[in-house]
């Protein structure tokens, strides 16, 4: 079964035009112009209060935008019903909320509920079956949810937003919780995603996962979009120092070519000697 398209690849399949957000007459974000096409990963970075949660809020149409607009594939966002919003978008927060005692399996199949009485519903087993797979949840499907660890817990509302069978995908830092391993497994089933024609947008920390998996960035940073671009125009010295406030290093992987963001750090750890 062939993963959902919601435009054609390569069309754009959100659009964000002077977009923003005031609260208690301060602007947490402020004239954003964004497009995300179908069949890429979008990864948005900055730093902590830049305002990368609050531009997905505002993308998803979980928070009413001050200024500007968002559409959908034709839809308008901030106008739309959430039962047609999760016909055409699904968003992984960045804490899961839940703290019912509902199983893994319970919580995964919540994604199929925007489907309920029509004939996707067909697909409900199958869709659950191959998401739990895919985030690899199904040891865990009989656990309760409030019981599992975070990253145990990130990998389960991974496996709901994938059930959920939309064209849109929207993730609030979707391996923060997460082992090296899961890291990995968690963005190349996001890469497959885009791959297959799903336009997904991801707000990460981790910025060699953001140049290694992401087709283009975007940096936010004190509520305005800086730059973006595919990631070797986006990721230099100059920009991500000024943005982070932190001298680092950007160099090229010996051996795959990908790029590798460090800090640059005046004192090495020691590599023999070391207490172990």
């Not at 998401?131 to 199904?138: F, I, K, P, S």
């Not at 004190?222 to 160099?251: I, K, M």
Request: glycine share 8%.
């Amino acid at each position: 079964m062939s993963l959902p398209v919601a435009v054609d690849v390569g069309e754009v399949a959100l659009r964000a035009r002077g977009l923003g957000v005031r609260v208690e007459g301060r602007w947490l974000l402020r004239d954003v112009d964004l497009d995300l096409a179908a069949g890429e990963v979008l990864a948005v970075i900055g730093p902590n209060g830049a305002g990368k949660s609050t531009l997905l809020s505002l993308l998803a149409g979980d928070l009413p935008p001050s200024a500007g607009s968002v559409d959908l594939a034709g839809l308008v966002v901030h106008r739309a019903s959430p039962l047609r919003l999760a016909r055409r978008r699904a968003v992984l927060p960045q804490r899961p909320s839940l703290s019912f005692p509902f199983t893994v399996a319970e919580v995964v199949a919540m994604g199929r509920a925007p489907w309920a009485g029509t004939g996707a519903e067909d697909d409900d087993e199958e869709l659950i079956d191959r998401a739990m797979a895919a985030a690899d949840v199904t040891a865990l499907a009989h656990r309760r949810f409030p019981t599992l660890s975070g990253g145990e817990q990130a990998c389960a509302s991974f496996a709901r937003v994938l059930a959920q069978h939309t064209g849109v995908l929207l993730l609030d830092e979707p391996t923060a919780a997460l082992d090296l391993r899961h890291q990995e497994l968690i963005m190349s089933t996001v890469r497959a995603c885009a791959d297959a024609g799903l336009a997904v947008l991801a707000v990460l920390h981790d910025i060699p996962l953001a140049a290694a998996y992401a087709d283009r960035i975007a940096v936010v940073s004190e509520g305005r979009l800086v730059a973006h671009g595919a990631p070797a125009e986006v990721l230099t010295e100059s920009l991500l120092e000024r943005v982070y406030r932190v001298p680092v290093d950007v160099f090229h992987h010996p051996t795959t070519g990908g790029l590798i963001v460090a800090p640059r750090r005046a004192h090495a750890a020691p590599t023999t000697g070391a207490p172990r």
